[in-house]
């Protein structure tokens, strides 16, 4: 029995220190010309960056509406997941990118990851700022290594952003997606210089739905180079979104997988799902 109790003791002492193995998060900025401001943004480095000059694959985890770039930090503990996850191998090692494009304020502060008159968000993301986090950082600048995701407005973002630059991401998960605002799941205040009004119309002006009814041949081509995953909860007024997006990508012949949980719009519900957003990333990254 003591011999057994040495053995298990050797081996929790050998286990421990990996599986206690954090990463750990960094706040950056970026001067950005196109949209004539600085942007703030967190990072996730996986353990023993530091220690080690290797690249690492990348995840862009976009806020949702009236968020901004901590709150997959604060408010979805993300850090916690992606440590579980990258210990046990489940995900592998990644550096995790968490812009920012948002304020709690969206009535008189911008929000939105497209572009529209005042903000050039989209262009600004693909011209100025991945090109700057892919050099300041060690990752693997390429399609295979890239992957996008998001809540609410930020898996609308991802959705688009996959639809219309498929050439640059291997996978897009998202969560309780805003992918269209037809039917005012989101409303304004319709005064005038109301910038929520403004992010409404962007959304509606880039519906991931439309886009699949008007796609060309080709384009939905390039669409099958991207995994897809959607997730959403029973009780998400968003739900039918994803479910009519999900049906869309089926008809064109496109694989993408859909889940509906029991849950709501919810940090709850989105700090749940990082668990299987992150493994499906890293499934879908190139060896």
């Not at 703030?40 to 862009?60: E, R």
């Not at 049906?247 to 012949?253: F, H, S, T, V, Y």
């Amino acid at each position: 029995m003591k011999k057994f109790l040495t053995v298990v003791a050797a081996f929790a002492a050998t286990v421990a220190p990996a599986f206690g193995a954090s990463g750990k998060i960094v706040t950056d900025t970026i001067k950005s010309d196109i949209l004539g401001t600085e942007a703030s943004f967190n990072v996730y480095l996986p353990a023993g960056y530091d220690k080690t000059d290797k690249s690492y694959p990348v995840i862009y985890l976009l806020h949702g509406l009236y968020g901004n770039y901590s709150d997959w930090q604060v408010r979805g503990r993300m850090q916690a997941i992606a440590d579980e996850l990258m210990t046990t191998g489940e995900a592998r090692e990644t550096v995790i990118i968490m812009p920012n494009a948002g304020h709690k304020n969206a009535h008189t502060e911008w929000n939105g990851y497209f572009n529209m008159p005042g903000w050039n968000y989209e262009d600004f993301f693909f011209r100025e700022f991945i090109p700057t986090v892919e050099k300041r950082y060690r990752i693997i600048a390429d399609k295979g290594h890239r992957a996008v995701m998001g809540l609410s407005m930020g898996g609308g973002g991802s959705a688009v952003y996959c639809q219309r630059h498929p050439d640059m991401f291997s996978s897009c998960y998202a969560m309780s997606a805003w992918l269209d605002n037809e039917d005012n799941a989101v409303k304004g205040n319709t005064n005038p210089g109301d910038k929520l009004d403004i992010v409404c119309q962007s959304v509606c002006d880039h519906s991931a739905l439309k886009f699949m009814d008007t796609a060309s041949k080709e384009t939905l081509e390039q669409l099958k180079t991207v995994k897809w995953f959607f997730d959403c909860g029973d009780d998400d007024v968003l739900m039918l979104l994803s479910v009519q997006l999900h049906l869309k990508m089926k008809g064109a012949g496109i694989h993408s997988e859909l889940r509906v949980r029991n849950g709501g719009h919810t940090w709850e519900y989105w700090h749940t799902a990082l668990s299987t957003a992150f493994p499906f990333a890293s499934r879908n990254f190139q060896p």
